[in-house]
């Protein structure tokens, strides 16, 4: 995971992860919209060279990018401009392992005359690697193909981030002889198994203590990890993905559904709705302010 720098100035760090699936299948999961929005943030993708990529992060932060190079089912390059630092290019690569897998692989490239930047990429690879290509597996692994109804709500809390992550586990319930994972009283149903976030790899490890935005997330939690993701029983099939962002003073909450089978799409509106009533609870804005 280490940054690649070149003499000629270009840079580059790589993620990557095995999954489930055929070319074809894990293809249609990371280059095209409906397969990304059922496991990452709602993305729209014209799927040709010069098409648009929008992935959306929450209100007023969509992030644009322009397709380079389309090679279906192998890999595509899309690219954004950043202020600052100029044109970053992303490509991802599907190519095919034994025993009915791939290997997904995403590289970030840029040029830069200084370090400056470096921690920045560090923190999109750590997500990538620790995070998000988790739930791309379990996305193929359960729910390929299928419809999704999914939901994404943020909330800032003026608690430290230890203080405002306890408030989250204390609303979650874990059962130590299965695993399950249940809400208490007065929290939307909700049950599940909580999935193992554990890293023990020496480069996200090292990424924890010297990437800024990671080293003040996991900042007085004591070892435990402010993320959370469940493979969802109830009230549908599914996923959430929840974890906490310090803001240098507030903490951000994200709390982020993914659910499958033929109820989800008339369930999702009542339960997206649930979630946000509780983190409007919880998280309450400041007098004067509106909520996020």
């Known amino acids: ?87 970053i290019a992303t490509e991802w690569i599907v190519e095919t392992r034994s025993g009915g897998t791939c290997e997904v692989r995403v590289v970030h490239r840029w040029f830069a005359d200084t370090d400056d930047w470096d921690a920045q990429f560090e923190g999109h690879a750590y ?64 049950v599940g198994t909580e999935v193992n976030l554990d890293v023990t790899d020496p480069d996200l490890l090292r990424a924890r203590e010297t990437v800024p935005h990671i080293a003040a997330a996991f900042e007085g939690m004591e070892g435990e990890n402010p993320e959370l993701l469940l493979r969802l029983k109830q009230p549908v099939p599914g996923f959430a993905h929840i974890f906490t962002m310090p803001l240098g003073g507030p903490t951000m909450v994200s709390v982020r559904f993914h659910l499958f089978g033929t109820h989800a799409a008339e369930f999702v509106e009542k339960y997206e709705e649930a979630w946000q009533a509780w983190l409007d609870q919880k998280f309450p804005a400041p007098d004067g302010e509106e909520a996020v």
């Open 1 to 87: 995971m280490p940054v690649k720098k070149d003499d000629d100035g270009s840079r580059s760090i790589a993620a990557e992860v095995e999954v489930p699936g055929t070319p074809e299948e894990v293809w249609r999961a990371i280059a095209t919209g409906t397969g990304v929005s059922s496991w990452f943030v709602p993305t729209t993708i014209e799927e040709h060279e010069g098409g648009t990529t929008i992935n959306c992060f929450g209100p007023g932060m969509d992030s644009p990018s322009t397709i380079t190079k389309w090679n279906p089912p192998h890999s595509f390059i899309a690219e954004s401009e950043q202020e600052g630092l100029g044109k």
């Open 127 to 190: 997500g990538w690697a620790a995070s998000f290509f988790r739930i791309l597996a379990m996305y193929l692994e359960d729910f390929a193909g299928e419809d999704c109804s999914a939901f994404q709500l943020t909330a800032v809390s003026q608690a430290s981030g230890p203080e405002t992550w306890r408030t989250i586990r204390s609303a979650l319930r874990g059962d130590a002889d299965d695993g399950t994972v249940t809400t208490a009283a007065g929290v939307p149903e909700t």
